[in-house]
C-alpha cells in the first residue's frame, strides 16, 4: 500500500484497485462464529481448489469478517451469481469451486426456505437479509477486514478526501446535525449537537474517544464491525476529529473481543502507512492519531466518564455530569465520545449527504434534531429465536417484523413470551409491543430503551422472574460500587428476587421492590444505577401475572426457578427407554429398562437435561 | 618626662564608724601629710555627706587645688557623688581618685594594726596615681527612645504598657505563639482568688492592640550589639507559617487539619526490586518501558503484565507501582477491580463459561454447574494440579452460538444435553494453546 | 619552716564588673580574709599587661593576683580569653627569672562569688607564706648567675 | 455571584460553589455523611440528595457535586427527598446493623429499623474498618488524595468492595497519623488494622501533654494573637509536600506552608528582661512518684486541670475519672533542699494553700498539706491561710520522705501512701490519698544562660540574672540601659512580678527621656608616631573598633565603637595604644604607692 500523498490520490487509488475486476469471486465468511465451527479448514480446502483449477488471475478468494448470519456461519458465497452456501463441509468446497467457475451451483447445498420449502439459491432471495437494510454492515460482504485495498476500493477515506479538501468543520458538523443521526451508544444523544459543543469547547488539546467497550450482554454489533470493516470506524473518526478540532483518538476495545483488537491494531498501523492518520493527513496538514485501549473487563466503563478514567489508568469510576464530558473529558480536556456503530456511520453521511439519511427512519428532524430517530440500527438477535444473528434494519421497523419475518419465529415451535432490549438498562417487552415501532423514544415511552442494540427473544420456558434476577446479579458483579444506592441497592433488589425464586417471598415484598427500584433510580450517580430497576419495572409492568404466580401460588410456570418446580414422570407416557437415566448428572432417576422410570426427588437437582432429552416428553414439569 | 608641680587634697572618711572602727584614720591622716604634693589632708565622719562634699569644695577654691583624693567606701558607690562636687568647683571630673577603705579593708580586716598599715598602702597608691590623671571630657550618646522587652509574661507586659502608655514604642518579644506567661495557666490567683484569665486577659488584649507596642510573639532575640541607650538586638521570628496580619482567628484550620497523631516512619523495607527474581524484572521493564511514555499508563501495563505472567504477582504490582510513582493502594485497586486480572496464579488452561443473557437463556447456569461438579471446583479457582482455571465472564460477544464455553482460544458452543462430553475432551486432550 | 612573721605583699588586679563587685560584696558580708592583698581596679582582666606582674614583683610583691569574670560572662564578651592566653607565657617568664610560678594566679571571680573572693586571698596568702618572701632581684641573680 | 433559592430562601454564592455550600451559606440542614470540608467533594453516599427545579425539569441530585447555578429552585425536604433518604439509611442500616454511628445517622432520618437483611460479603477480617465501614472512601481519597501517602486503598467493586491496605498486609507506607479516622463518618477505623504502631497522640506542651493537639493548633482560647501556629515536626505537609488542608479551607488565605524565618534588626534605647521561670521538673526527685506513679501531678499540672478551659473543664478528677477522697498537697519540692535548690521559691506555700482551698471547694475530698513553714509573707495572705485553717485542711508539719502505692493495709489498696514525718507529733504517718500534687519551686527559664551570654549579663547563684545592687537596685542590670522584671531575676509572685515590671518600666523610660547618656571617657588611643602597624591591636579588639589605614600603615581606633576594655592596649607591644583614665604609667604608680609606704 503505498503512501496516499492528497485528497485525489484516493479516488484515483479507487479507480485503479477496480479497474481488473475478476469475473468470479469467492468469499468465505471468518467471524468469531465462523472460526470456531471450522471456517479455518474450509478456507484452506477452497483455497486449494482453486489452485488445482489454475484459474490464472479471474477468480479470487476473499476472507470476509462476520456477515451476520450467525446460526450459519461460516457461509460461501460464489460471485457475481451470488450462489449461497451455508455451513458447507470443507470437502464440499472443491465441488463448490468447479461448479461457481462454470457460473453453476451445488443445489443439494442450499437451505431450504422454512415457509415455502424451497431451495434457497442467492444471497438476495435469503430470508433473513431480504427485510434487512444493510447500510453499514453490507460492506462487510466486500472486505477482506485484514486489508486497506479493499476498503479504498469500495470508495473508503474518500469521505475523508471529500472533508478534508471541500468541507470546512462547520459545514460537517452541519451535515451531520441536519442528518438528524443520534447516538448509537444507547442514549441518542444527537452527534451533531455534541459535536457542535465540543467544538464550542475551549482548550486546544481535544479528543475523540470510541467506545467499543459493548459491555451489554447479548449485544455484539460493535464486534461485528469491528472485526468486519475497522477501517470505516478509522475514518469516521478522523471526519470527527476534523470537525471537532481534535488531535487525538482513542478506541477503548473491550477485553474480551481479543481478535477486534488485532484487526483495530493493524488497521491503524495500515491507516498510518497510507498517510491517511498522523501527520499532514492526505497533504492537508491535518494531524490525527489512533490509539488502542483494551477495557479491563468491567460493564461500568461503557459509560463515558468511567471510560474516560480507565483510559487515564484509574479504575472504571463514574463521576457527576454536570459539566459535560465535551467541555472537560480526557484529561479535562474537551472530549468527543461516541460509539463504534455513530462512527460507522459518519462516512455515508458525508457521501451521500444528510438528505439521503432522514429518508430512512421516523420523525421530522429539520430544525430539531430530536424530532426522531433517522438512519439504520443493528440489532444482536439472540435468544430463543431461530435465525440469530446481526441484524441491520431501518429505525422504525416494528418488533413483530425483526423478531419473525427476520427472525423467522420462536425455535422449536414455542410460544413467544418477550423481548429484551437495551441490556440490562433496557427493559422486557410483552407480546402487546409487538407492533411497536423500534426507535429511541417508543422504546423509552415502554420503559425500555434502545442501548447497544441487545435484543434476546424468549418464549414461555424463560421465567421473567428469574430473568429480572439474572439481570440483578450482573449488575451486582458490575457496578463499581461507588455510589450507595446502586451498590447497596441493587444487592437488595436482587435478594427480593431470590426470595421470590425461591418461594421464600414475603408479604409486602413486590411493594419495597417498586420503591427500591424508584430510589435506586433517582438516586444513583450514573446511568448503570439509574437504568439498573428497569429489568425489574419491566417485568413488574407487563409479567404481573408470572410474578404473582411465584407469591402467591408459589409456582413457576415456566419452570425454571428449581425451588418451585418439581420434575415427575408420566408412567403413561414413559417407555423406559433409559435416555434420561443415561444422561442425568446426578444418577437421580431409577427404572429397569422398557419398565416406567421415577425420578427421585431429594436426589433430583433440577437441572432439566431429562426433561429435555426425553424424546416422548414423558417428563412433566410444573 | 619632668614632673608637674601638683596641689593634692586628701580626704580621709570615717564612715560614722564602719571605717575609724577598725582603721586609726588620724595616723592614717598623718602619713598623707607626708605624701609627695600632698597639701592638705582632712579627715571627716561623713565624706559623702552635704558637709564633707562642702569641705571639698571650699579646700579647692582655697588651696587651689589640681588633684583630689578620697579614701572612703567603693568607687561602685560614690565615684560620681564626688566627681560631681570636683566638677561643681571647677575641677575637672577625671582628676580625682578613690581609695575604697572600707568594703576591701575595715570591713573585711579584722586587725586594727594591719589594716591601718594597708588603709596607708592603698591612699598612697590613689596619690601616687592621681599624679598622672590628664583632664578628660565626658562623651554623650543621644538614646534612641524606643524599648525591648523580652518576655510577654505578666512582668513583660506590665513594663510594654508603661512605656508604651509613655508614648514610647515597645518592641514586645517573646518566644511562645501567645503572650501571657505562666500566669496565663493559671485558674485563680491567692489571695483574693481572683480568675487568673479574668485580671489577665484585658491587659493581653490591650498589648495586642496598643498602637505602640509591636508585639512580636514566637519570636527569640539572637544578638545584643552596642551600648546603653544604642542597642542592636537582632531578632528571629521563627516560622508560624500563618500570616498573623491576615489570621482572625475563626479555628477553622485546626477544626479541620485530619491528622490526630505523631507521624512515625514505618520500618523500613526492601525495596520492590529487590523482591523480585532477575527474570521476572526482564520481563516487567519489557512491559513498563513500552508504555512509559504514556500518561498514567498503569491499566495498560497491568494488561501486558496479567499476559506475561498469566496473573498479576504481587511483588511486579509493587515494582510497577514505584517505577511509575503511583501509589501502590492505587495499583491494587485496579489490579482488583477488572475481572480480567487475577492476583492468584490461574491454570494452565483457562475455561470461561459465558453467562450473558443470550447464553443465560439458553441454559449457560446448568452448564457451568456441570463443570463444576466435574472439576470439583467452583467458578473463579483452579484445580489442585494447576491444569485448569475456571472462570465466569458477563458476556464473550458471541451471543448467536450461545450458550459458549471458550477454552483458551477455541470458541465451543455447548448444549446442555452433552455438557458432560465437552468436559471430558477439554480433561482429556486440551486444546493446544 | 616558715617564717610566721613574715606578711606576703600581694598585689590583686581585679575586674571592674565582676571580682571588683565580688570583692565588695565579700566587704557588705563582712567577711574576713588575710588584709595582704590591695586591689587595683581595671575595666576588664584583659586590660592586665604581663609587664605589670612583673613590675609588682619587682616592686616587692611577694605575688600577684588576677581576677576576671568567669569565660562566657565577661562585659566586653572576650578580655577574660585574652587573659587566659596571656597568663601561660607569663607563667614561662617567671620561670626563665627563676621565680615560682606558683606566686602569680589567674582566677575567675563572679559579682556574687564574695565568698570565693574571701577564699582565695586567704589561700593565696597562706599558700606564700610557705613560699617565703620573694626578695626580687637577690633570687633573681641568685639564680641568673650561680655563684 | 450565582443567586439561587433554596427552600424559598435566597441564597448567593460564588460561581463554581456546589448547592451544599449555599445551603451551608444559607444554613439549612442538609445531612451528608461522605462529604467533609477538607475532601473534594465525591457524591458516594447520596445522602445529600435535594429536588433541582432548573430550565424546568425537575430532578433528584446529589447537592454536594451539583455546581450552583443562576435561578435554580432547590427543595430540600420535599416528600420525595426524605422517601429516598430514608431507603438510603435503611440500605446502610442493613449493612452494618451493629454500627452505633449508622443507627443514629439513620435515627435522625427517621429510620427506626430496616426491611432489608444484611447482605452476605466477602469475610470482612482484614478490612480497615469494623463492620460499621460504608465504602464512602473518605479515609482513602484523604490518605492517597490529600496527604499524598497512598497506605489505604479500595479493593474490588460491587457489593463486596472493601477498603483495605494492599495484599491486607499491614501497611509499609502509613504514617499512623490518624487522618482516616478523623474523616471516618461511623468511626469505623481502627488503626492496628492498618499498622500495628500504636498511634501516638501529640501532647500539648500548653496543657502539660494532659490533653492532645493537632499539628496546627491555638495554645489556648484567649491566646493574644489568637492566630494558631503550625508545628513542623508534626505537620504532615514537611512531611509528604501534600496535605495543604488548613491552607486551603482558610478563607482570608492567611496560612502559608512555604513561610521562612525572618530576621530583623531593631535599635532600642533600654531593654527590659522579663524571661520569667521555669517549674522544678519533679521528675528530678523519683521519691515523689513523679512520671511514675498516676494521679501525681505537678502544680501547673493541678492548675490547668482546674482552670475551666483545661483539659477536664475546671472538675478535679483522679485517672479514672472519678474525684478524689483524699488529695495531698506537698510543699517545698525542689526548694529549700540543698540535694536541689537552697533558695525558697516563696511562692509555693501561698499557691498549696490556693490548691488546698480549691480542692476543698471542687470536691469534698480530705486534703493534707505538708509544710516545713508556712510562708505567708505578702499583704493578705496571713489572713488567707487562717481561712484555709478554718476550711477543715489538715496541715502537717513535715517533709514528705516518699509516695508510693505498696499498699500494707487494706484500706491502702489502690491509694497512693504518702509517708511523711510529722515533726509536731513527733512520729511518721503514713497517709492513703488518691491524688498527690507536687508544689514544684521556681527555677530559671530554660534558655536563660544562652540570654545571659547574648546581652552580656551575669547569674546569680541558682542561676537567676544577678541585678546591679540587691538591695538599692534590683531592677537594674549590672551593664547600665538593661533592666530586669519578675521571676527572671528570682522567685516572686505577681503583685511583684507587676511592680518590678513598672520600676523597670520607669528606669527605661527615664533613660529614654533623658535623651542622651553619659560615656565614660575611658576609651583606647593609638599614638601615630610610635605605631608599627602590626596589627595586633585589631585582632584584639571584640567590637572592630580598631582598623588599619593602609596609606598611613598605623591602625586607628574609632572612638563611637570603643568601651574602654583595655585588651588592646596591654596587647600593644609597642605601647602606642594608650586608655585614658586607665595609662600604664597611672597603673603603675598604683603599684609602687601599694608596695612602697610604711
Known amino acids: ?622 | 618626662m619632668i614632673r608637674q608641680e601638683q596641689r593634692i587634697g586628701v580626704y580621709v572618711c570615717h564612715c560614722g564608724t564602719n571605717i575609724s572602727h577598725t582603721i586609726d584614720v588620724e595616723t592614717v591622716a598623718k602619713f598623707a601629710e607626708t605624701l609627695p604634693d600632698v597639701v592638705i589632708v582632712r579627715e571627716y565622719k561623713y565624706m559623702c555627706s552635704k558637709p564633707g562634699q562642702e569641705l571639698i569644695r571650699q579646700d579647692i577654691d582655697e588651696y587651689n587645688l589640681t588633684r583630689v583624693v578620697v579614701s572612703s567606701c567603693s568607687p561602685l558607690m560614690h565615684e560620681e557623688t564626688f566627681r560631681n562636687t570636683c566638677e561643681d568647683a571647677g575641677l575637672n571630673r577625671f582628676l580625682f581618685q578613690m581609695s575604697n577603705i572600707r568594703e576591701q579593708c575595715s570591713w573585711v580586716h579584722g586587725d586594727r594594726k594591719k589594716a591601718t598599715e594597708k588603709a596607708k598602702r592603698l591612699i598612697a597608691a590613689a596619690v601616687k596615681r592621681v599624679h598622672h590623671h590628664g583632664a578628660l571630657e565626658q562623651r554623650h550618646a543621644p538614646v534612641n527612645p524606643n524599648a525591648l522587652v523580652i518576655g510577654g509574661g505578666i512582668a513583660g507586659i506590665e513594663a510594654a504598657l508603661k512605656i508604651a502608655e509613655a508614648g514610647r514604642k515597645v518592641y514586645l518579644v517573646e518566644k511562645e505563639p501567645s503572650i501571657g506567661g505562666h500566669m496565663a495557666k493559671f485558674d485563680k490567683t491567692f489571695p483574693t482568688l481572683d480568675c487568673a484569665a479574668c485580671i489577665l486577659t484585658p491587659k493581653m488584649v490591650q498589648v495586642g492592640q496598643h498602637p505602640n507596642i509591636e508585639m512580636m510573639t514566637y519570636s527569640e532575640v539572637t544578638e545584643v550589639s552596642g551600648y546603653v541607650g544604642n542597642f542592636k538586638a537582632t531578632i528571629r521570628h521563627k516560622p508560624r507559617f500563618v500570616d498573623e496580619t491576615k489570621c482572625t482567628g475563626c479555628g477553622q484550620c485546626v477544626e479541620r487539619c485530619p491528622v490526630q497523631f505523631r507521624p512515625v516512619d514505618g520500618h523500613p523495607v526492601r525495596r520492590p526490586e529487590d523482591l523480585l527474581s532477575a527474570e521476572m524484572k526482564i520481563q516487567a521493564d519489557t512491559a513498563l518501558d513500552e508504555h512509559r511514555h504514556e500518561r498514567n499508563p498503569v491499566v495498560t501495563v497491568l494488561q501486558d503484565i496479567n499476559q506475561l505472567f498469566g496473573y498479576l504477582p504481587p511483588p511486579v504490582l509493587k515494582y510497577v507501582s514505584a517505577q511509575l510513582k503511583v501509589p501502590l493502594s492505587e495499583v491494587y485497586h485496579v489490579a482488583t477491580f477488572y475481572t480480567a486480572f487475577s492476583l492468584v496464579p490461574r491454570g494452565e488452561h483457562i475455561i470461561k463459561v459465558c453467562m450473558g443473557t443470550a447464553c443465560h437463556v439458553r441454559g449457560a447456569q446448568r452448564i457451568l454447574e456441570a463443570i463444576e461438579n466435574r472439576l470439583e471446583i467452583t467458578a473463579g479457582q483452579t484445580t489442585k494440579d494447576m491444569k485448569f482455571t475456571l472462570e465466569t465472564v458477563n458476556c464473550l460477544g458471541a451471543c448467536a452460538m450461545g450458550p459458549v464455553v471458550v477454552v483458551d482460544k477455541e470458541y465451543v458452543t455447548v448444549i446442555p444435553k452433552d455438557v458432560n462430553r465437552l468436559v471430558d475432551r477439554i480433561v482429556h486432550e486440551p486444546v493446544p494453546v | 619552716m616558715v617564717d610566721q612573721q613574715f606578711e606576703p605583699k600581694i598585689v590583686g588586679f581585679l575586674c571592674r564588673w565582676c571580682s571588683y563587685t565580688g570583692a565588695d560584696l565579700a566587704g557588705t558580708s563582712r567577711m574576713q580574709y588575710p588584709p595582704n592583698l590591695a586591689a587595683i581596679r581595671v575595666m576588664c582582666s584583659g586590660r592586665v599587661d604581663p609587664t605589670f606582674v612583673v613590675k609588682a614583683l619587682q616592686d616587692g610583691a611577694d605575688g600577684v593576683l588576677i581576677a576576671g569574670c568567669h569565660p562566657g560572662d565577661c562585659h566586653y564578651s572576650e578580655g577574660n580569653y585574652k587573659a587566659m592566653r596571656r597568663y601561660p607565657m607569663l607563667l614561662n617568664l617567671l620561670d626563665q627569672f627563676g621565680i615560682d610560678r606558683r606566686r602569680v594566679r589567674l582566677e575567675w571571680i563572679s559579682a556574687s562569688e564574695g565568698e570565693m573572693f574571701a577564699r582565695v586571698v586567704s589561700e593565696f596568702t597562706q599558700q606564700l607564706k610557705t613560699l617565703g618572701p620573694l626578695r626580687w632581684p637577690h633570687t633573681i641573680e641568685q639564680f641568673c648567675s650561680p655563684a | ?598
Open chain 4, 1 to 598: 455571584m450565582i443567586q439561587l433559592t433554596i427552600d424559598g430562601k435566597k441564597v448567593s454564592v460564588e460561581p463554581g460553589q456546589t448547592v451544599l455550600d449555599a445551603a451551608r451559606e444559607g444554613n439549612i440542614p442538609i445531612p451528608t455523611l461522605c462529604s467533609h470540608e477538607s475532601l473534594i467533594p465525591y457524591g458516594a453516599c447520596r445522602l445529600c440528595i435535594v429536588e433541582v427545579r432548573h430550565r424546568n425539569k425537575t430532578r433528584l441530585l446529589a447537592s454536594c457535586t451539583l455546581p450552583a447555578a443562576e435561578g435554580m429552585e432547590v427543595t430540600t425536604n420535599s416528600e420525595k427527598v426524605i422517601r429516598t433518604r430514608r431507603m438510603l439509611a435503611e440500605l446502610l442500616l442493613a449493612r452494618c446493623p451493629e454500627s452505633k454511628a449508622i443507627r443514629n445517622i439513620a435515627a435522625q432520618l427517621g429510620v427506626e429499623k430496616t426491611r432489608f437483611g444484611k447482605p452476605h460479603l466477602k469475610d470482612n477480617s482484614a478490612i480497615v474498618g469494623t463492620d460499621g465501614c460504608i465504602l464512602c472512601g473518605m479515609c482513602v481519597r484523604v490518605c492517597n488524595d490529600i496527604l499524598k501517602i497512598g497506605a489505604l486503598g479500595f479493593e474490588g467493586r460491587g457489593a463486596s468492595r472493601r477498603v483495605v491496605t494492599p495484599f491486607e498486609k499491614p501497611s509499609e507506607v502509613c504514617l499512623s497519623c490518624g487522618a482516616c479516622s478523623f474523616v471516618c463518618p461511623t468511626g469505623a477505623i481502627e488503626h492496628h488494622r492498618i499498622r500495628l504502631h500504636k498511634p501516638e497522640p501529640i501532647p500539648a506542651e500548653f496543657e502539660y501533654g494532659m490533653v492532645n493537639r493537632k499539628p496546627i493548633n491555638i495554645p489556648f482560647p484567649q491566646a493574644v494573637p489568637r492566630v494558631p501556629v503550625i508545628d513542623p515536626d508534626t505537620c504532615m505537609n514537611f512531611r509528604t509536600g501534600g496535605c495543604k488542608i488548613c491552607e486551603d479551607n482558610c478563607g482570608v488565605h492567611a496560612i502559608d506552608h512555604a513561610q521562612q524565618e525572618k530576621i530583623e534588626q531593631v535599635e532600642v534605647g533600654a531593654i527590659i528582661v522579663a524571661t520569667g521561670f521555669e517549674l522544678f521538673d519533679s521528675r528530678k526527685l523519683g521519691r515523689y512518684g513523679y512520671g511514675k506513679l498516676d494521679n501525681v501531678l505537678h502544680a501547673l499540672e493541678f492548675e490547668r486541670m482546674s482552670h475551666a478551659s483545661g483539659p477536664t473543664g475546671g472538675k478535679i478528677l483522679t485517672k479514672n475519672g472519678q474525684p478524689p477522697k483524699a488529695v495531698a498537697i506537698l510543699h517545698c519540692i525542689g526548694s529549700r533542699d540543698e540535694n536541689t535548690n537552697e533558695y525558697c521559691s516563696r511562692v509555693c506555700c501561698m499557691y498549696s494553700l490556693k490548691f488546698a482551698h480549691l480542692v476543698k471547694e471542687k470536691t469534698n475530698a480530705e486534703v493534707y498539706n505538708l509544710y516545713i513553714d508556712m510562708r505567708a509573707f505578702g499583704k493578705g495572705y496571713e489572713e488567707f491561710y487562717k481561712r484555709i485553717l478554718g476550711e477543715g485542711v489538715h496541715f502537717i508539719r513535715g517533709k514528705c520522705a516518699e509516695v508510693t502505692s505498696a499498699a500494707r493495709t487494706p484500706e491502702e489498696k489502690g491509694k497512693l501512701i504518702v509517708v511523711a514525718e510529722d515533726t509536731l507529733l513527733g512520729m511518721t504517718r503514713r497517709l492513703p490519698v488518691d491524688m498527690v500534687i507536687l508544689s514544684a519551686g521556681l527555677i530559671p527559664g530554660k534558655d536563660s544562660d544562652k540570654l545571659g551570654r547574648i546581652l552580656g549579663i551575669s547569674c546569680s547563684q541558682g542561676g537567676f540574672f544577678l541585678e546591679k545592687h540587691p538591695k538599692l537596685a534590683p531592677v537594674d542590670a549590672i551593664n547600665d540601659g538593661i533592666f530586669f522584671a519578675g521571676a527572671c531575676q528570682g522567685p516572686k509572685d505577681i503583685p511583684d512580678a507587676v511592680a518590678q515590671g513598672a520600676a523597670a518600666a520607669a528606669g527605661a523610660l527615664s533613660l529614654i527621656d533623658k535623651g542622651k547618656v553619659v560615656l565614660e571617657p575611658i576609651t583606647a588611643e593609638i599614638d601615630e608616631k610610635r605605631c608599627a602597624g602590626c596589627q595586633l591591636c585589631v585582632a584584639n579588639c571584640p567590637y572592630g573598633a580598631i582598623e588599619y589605614n593602609k596609606e598611613k600603615k598605623i591602625s586607628i581606633v574609632t572612638e563611637e565603637l570603643c568601651k574602654g576594655c583595655g585588651t588592646c592596649v596591654a596587647g600593644c607591644p609597642s605601647g602606642a595604644a594608650r586608655q585614658k583614665n586607665f595609662e600604664d604609667v597611672q597603673i603603675l604608680a598604683e603599684i609602687e604607692g601599694i608596695l612602697t609606704a610604711s
Open chain 1, 1 to 622: 500500500m503505498i503512501r496516499l500523498a492528497d485528497c485525489g490520490a484516493v479516488g484515483r487509488l479507487c479507480a485503479e484497485l477496480n479497474r481488473d475486476k475478476p469475473k468470479i469471486e469467492i468469499l468465505v465468511s471468518r467471524g468469531t462464529c465462523g472460526t470456531s465451527r471450522g471456517a479455518d479448514r474450509l478456507v484452506e480446502a477452497v483455497q486449494t481448489a482453486l489452485n488445482k483449477a489454475g484459474t490464472n488471475g479471474n477468480v479470487r478468494l476473499r476472507v470476509t469478517g462476520c456477515l451476520g448470519y450467525c446460526d450459519i456461519e461460516p457461509i460461501v458465497i460464489v460471485r457475481p451469481a451470488g450462489f449461497f452456501y451455508p455451513q458447507p463441509k470443507p470437502d464440499d468446497a472443491a465441488e463448490i469451486v468447479q461448479q461457481g467457475l462454470l457460473g453453476k451451483s451445488v443445489p443439494r447445498l442450499f437451505m431450504e426456505d422454512p415457509n415455502t420449502g424451497k431451495p434457497i439459491e442467492t444471497v438476495s432471495d435469503v430470508p433473513f437479509y431480504k427485510h434487512q437494510n444493510r447500510v453499514i454492515f453490507g460492506a462487510n460482504f466486500d472486505l477482506d477486514p485484514t486489508s486497506i485495498d479493499d476498503f479504498v476500493r469500495i470508495g473508503g477515506y474518500q469521505a475523508l478526501a471529500k472533508v478534508l479538501s471541500e468541507m470546512t468543520p462547520e459545514k460537517v458538523i452541519d451535515e451531520v446535525t441536519r442528518s438528524g443521526l443520534r447516538g448509537r451508544g444507547g442514549a441518542g444523544f444527537p452527534t451533531g449537537v455534541k459535536w457542535a459543543s465540543c467544538r464550542k469547547a475551549k482548550g486546544q488539546l481535544k479528543y475523540v474517544v470510541c467506545n467499543a467497550d459493548e459491555g451489554d450482554p447479548g449485544a455484539y454489533a460493535n464486534r461485528g464491525l469491528l472485526e468486519g470493516n475497522p477501517h470505516s470506524v478509522i475514518e469516521g473518526m478522523a471526519i470527527g476529529a476534523w470537525a471537532v478540532g481534535a488531535s487525538q483518538g482513542y478506541v477503548y476495545v473491550r477485553t474480551e473481543y481479543p481478535l477486534a483488537v488485532e484487526l483495530m491494531s493493524r488497521a491503524v498501523q495500515e491507516a498510518r502507512a497510507a498517510g491517511l492518520l498522523g501527520k499532514n493527513i492526505l497533504g492537508s496538514g491535518f494531524a490525527f492519531d489512533i490509539h488502542i485501549n483494551r477495557g479491563g473487563g468491567a460493564f461500568v466503563c461503557g459509560e463515558s466518564t468511567a471510560l474516560m478514567a480507565s483510559i487515564e489508568g484509574h479504575v472504571g469510576e463514574p463521576r457527576a455530569k454536570h459539566i459535560h464530558t465535551v467541555e472537560s473529558g480526557l484529561w479535562q480536556a474537551p472530549t468527543t465520545l461516541n460509539n463504534v456503530e455513530t462512527w460507522a456511520n459518519i462516512p455515508h453521511i458525508i457521501n451521500r449527504g444528510a438528505q439521503w439519511f432522514t429518508q430512512i427512519g421516523t420523525g421530522d428532524v429539520t430544525g430539531n434534531p430530536w424530532g426522531g430517530s433517522k438512519g439504520t440500527k443493528i440489532f444482536s438477535l439472540v435468544g430463543k429465536v431461530n435465525h440469530t444473528g446481526l441484524v441491520e434494519v431501518p429505525m422504525g421497523i416494528t418488533l413483530r417484523k425483526v423478531i419473525f419475518d427476520i427472525g423467522g419465529g420462536i425455535k422449536n415451535g414455542k410460544k413467544f413470551k418477550g423481548v429484551q432490549t437495551g441490556g440490562p438498562s433496557g427493559g422486557v417487552l410483552s407480546e402487546k409491543h409487538l407492533d411497536l415501532p423500534i426507535d429511541y423514544d417508543e422504546l423509552v415511552e415502554a420503559g425500555s430503551m434502545m442501548g447497544s442494540g441487545g435484543m434476546i427473544v424468549m418464549d414461555e420456558d424463560n421465567c421473567m422472574v428469574d430473568f429480572a434476577r439474572f439481570f440483578l446479579s450482573f449488575l451486582e458483579d458490575e457496578s463499581c460500587g461507588k455510589c450507595t444506592p446502586c451498590r447497596e441497592g441493587v444487592v437488595q433488589m436482587r435478594q427480593i428476587l431470590t426470595d421470590i425464586c425461591q418461594g421464600k417471598a414475603k408479604e409486602g415484598d413486590i411493594e419495597l421492590l417498586h420503591d427500591l427500584a424508584e430510589v435506586v433510580s433517582e438516586s444513583s450517580l450514573c446511568q448503570l444505577g439509574a437504568t439498573a430497576p428497569n429489568p425489574v419495572l419491566t417485568t413488574l409492568a407487563y409479567f404481573k401475572d408470572e410474578y404473582d404466580a411465584h407469591v402467591r401460588d408459589h409456582k413457576c410456570p415456566a419452570g425454571v426457578c428449581k425451588a418451585l418446580t418439581t420434575y415427575r414422570i408420566d408412567w403413561e407416557a414413559c417407555t423406559g427407554c433409559g435416555v434420561c437415566f443415561k444422561n442425568c448428572p446426578s444418577d437421580a432417576i431409577r427404572g429397569e429398562k422398557k419398565q416406567p422410570h421415577e425420578i427421585q426427588v431429594d436426589r433430583c437437582t433440577k437441572c432439566g437435561v431429562c426433561y429435555d432429552s426425553c424424546k416422548f416428553n414423558a417428563v412433566r414439569r410444573n
